[in-house]
């Protein structure tokens, strides 16, 4: 889907400057009104703060490619001020691995007859977590312009989550049921899978700027950094809330 967005995009850079001096675009204008068109990537991490002390060390880190595309629509409403909103279409996705102690967690785990068993408790030993999720994002920003070529925008946000997968594995350690007092377990290999516990909306704050390098293109930076768990509120098969943080880079056609 990435691919055909982008090639979407694409087209629509190419067919932009033959609607240049369209009568809807000179009204937009006299209107101090701006349609800009971006492509991104997200790069950052579903992520506790501050990190809990149940997470001893972390091994590695990889971002998944999270390919976003956004339209929006900026109104001019003085000289160095505008509003910014839009849709965004965006996934944020990311894998770690992570040493942990006394991290609670409700697990599978795959017994010595082949058979699997849930258990709740407190694992340590080492976990392994993927998480890929697909939004759709409406910014509403107060951008101003420091200078000709720049800007620089801050604001709420709300995206609502049109699929998602949060799943993993804990591996190499044991679980004590229900608390550390419970009975130990040897845990060789589990899984555990919370994708039917995410949260369908999201909200937070969003932060970036923007440089018009050339008339019609615009390079971007922007920071999303999400106020509620990304989990349920009820959900309790982990100690802690996970929020999405997420800086997107790319660049943007304007019209």
């Not at 091994?59 to 509003?83: C, D, F, H, M």
């Not at 990311?94 to 699997?116: F, H, L, P, Q, W």
């Not at 409406?138 to 420091?146: D, N, T």
């Amino acid at each position: 889907m990435g691919v055909f967005l982008l090639l979407l995009l694409s087209a629509g850079m190419l067919n932009a400057q033959e609607f240049g001096e369209d009568k809807g675009l000179i009204w937009s204008e006299q209107k101090g009104l701006e349609y800009r068109l971006k492509a991104g990537l997200n790069v950052g991490g579903t992520a506790p703060l501050p990190l809990p002390a149940e997470i001893r060390k972390i091994e590695g880190y990889n971002p998944l490619l999270s390919i976003s595309i956004e339209g929006n629509v900026v109104k001019q409403i003085a000289p160095k001020w505008a509003i910014l909103t839009g849709v965004r279409l965006e996934n944020k996705g990311m894998s770690t691995r992570a040493r942990v102690k006394n991290y609670r967690i409700e697990i599978d785990n795959r017994n010595d007859d082949g058979t699997t068993s849930r258990i709740t408790g407190v694992f340590t030993g080492h976990v392994k977590t993927k998480v890929r999720n697909s939004y759709i994002s409406i910014p509403l920003l107060v951008a101003c312009k420091p200078a000709p070529r720049w800007e620089i925008k801050m604001g709420p946000y709300l995206s609502f989550l049109t699929g998602g997968t949060f799943n993993g594995n804990a591996f190499d350690g044991y679980i004590r049921e229900n608390d550390p007092t419970g009975e130990k377990i040897e845990v060789t290999s589990a899984v555990y899978d919370f994708s039917a516990e995410l949260r369908k909306v999201n909200w937070g704050i969003g932060l970036g700027g923007e440089w018009r390098a050339y008339r019609h293109l615009n390079i971007y930076t922007d920071l999303a950094w999400g106020l509620n768990p990304v989990f349920k509120k009820n959900f309790d098969s982990m100690a802690f809330h996970l929020y999405p943080i997420y800086a997107n880079i790319g660049f943007g056609y304007v019209f």
